[in-house]
């Protein structure tokens, strides 16, 4: 078997940053080097307190936890925590994880971590998996370009290329909280010499609006395997009341595990390169506008997934997070998402 791939989780959770993480920490390919945290769904330092939550559910306690940027670069901050919860977690209120404390200075933990893989060849290199607004990555790319010598690929679940958004009709959540970060860190994967020939994977909403779990789903879930699927259970349910008031749908999104399935298995999603950036103004704020016909002639910064196959998804989840189980089940409990 193949060396784990070093990797660093910049998430903020957030009800599905909290499956990304269980998908993410029962995948024996990954070696988590730390969790770093950032503004979004919820304030940083709840999210990291859910983070901790999540360890604790996993009994991964041996990762560390780190608070990143309180605030985006620009732009007032506006949580997400109508669709969260006031907890982050649905609601759910588990209790705070004394053992173990979050730790302050996740950009500079970052560098750190970066700088140290710096030399090291490209299969040692760390990856981040971003599932939450780039402010931290921005911050990192200001203050530490050269850091990102030690980068192997980026994955960031944000955007949307043809479908529509879920701020306003072009934007989707974590580019809108952050537009200016967002923008940054895709101007620098086409400008900066160090990042040369690197792409940012994008799992986009035109991807991860595929994956649905219903209700049907989370019974399935409970039968194989009780305590993780009340858990689920737990932290899913305020998800699923916003879902059908919000877009009609009995069940609900899970954009974030997705990016983590991709990073792992590269045939869970496909699409094409191109060059794209981020409006930071206007009423198309936090929309990526993506080059796919190449009019500008610039560095493509970008891989743009836009196919999926949510059974193979939800195969691939159940398996890791939930236990063994029957595809056939799977598909016919997938058939009947109402919309
Ligand atoms: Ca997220």
């Known amino acids: ?33 730390g969790i770093t945290v950032v503004c979004g769904n919820v304030p940083a330092r709840m999210g990291a307190e859910n983070a901790l939550k999540i360890l604790k559910q996993m009994g991964r306690m041996d ?20 669709t969260h919860g006031e907890d982050g977690l649905g609601e759910s209120h588990y209790p705070e994880v004394t053992k173990m404390r979050p730790r302050t200075g996740a950009v500079q933990f970052l560098a750190r971590m970066l700088e140290q893989a710096a030399k090291a060849p490209e299969e040692a290199k760390i ?12 911050r990192l790319m200001r203050q ?43 101007a620098g994967f086409a400008a900066l010499p160090v990042l040369r020939g690197k792409r940012i994977h994008m799992i986009g909403l035109d991807v991860t609006r595929e994956i649905v779990l219903t209700p049907n789903l989370l ?25 059908w008031k919000q877009e009609g749908i009995i069940g609900c999104v899970i954009n974030d595990p997705l990016a983590v399935a991709y990073f792992i298995d590269r045939t869970m999603c496909s699409g094409f390169a191109a060059h794209t950036e981020v409006e930071t103004e206007g009423i198309c704020l936090g929309q990526t506008v993506v080059d796919d016909h190449d009019f500008w002639k610039r560095e493509k910064n970008s891989h743009i997934l836009t ?16 236990g063994e189980c029957e595809e056939q089940v799977l598909e016919e409990l997938m058939g009947r998402v109402l919309r």
């Open 1 to 33: 078997m193949n060396a784990a791939k070093k990797v660093i989780i910049d998430c903020d959770p957030g009800i599905d940053d909290a499956l990304a993480l269980m998908l993410a920490l029962a995948s024996p390919e990954l070696e988590i080097l």
């Open 307 to 322: 196919k999926t196959d949510a059974l193979r998804f939800m195969k691939f989840f159940f398996t890791r997070v939930i």
């Open 144 to 186: 530490y370009p050269e850091s990102l010598a030690g980068l192997g690929e980026l994955v960031s679940m944000g955007g949307s290329y043809k479908s529509h958004g879920n701020c306003s009709p072009v934007a989707e959540y974590n580019y809108w909280c952050d537009p200016h970060a967002a923008g940054e860190v895709y």
């Open 127 to 138: 990856s981040i998996i971003a599932l939450g607004p780039m402010t931290n990555l921005a």
């Open 219 to 243: 019974e399935y879930m409970c039968c194989l395997n009780p305590e993780r699927g009340d858990f689920i259970r737990r932290i899913t349910r305020f998800y699923f009341d916003f879902h």
């Open 63 to 82: 990762i560390p936890v780190y608070i990143g940027e309180e605030s985006p670069l620009v732009r007032t901050y506006v949580d997400a925590m109508d």
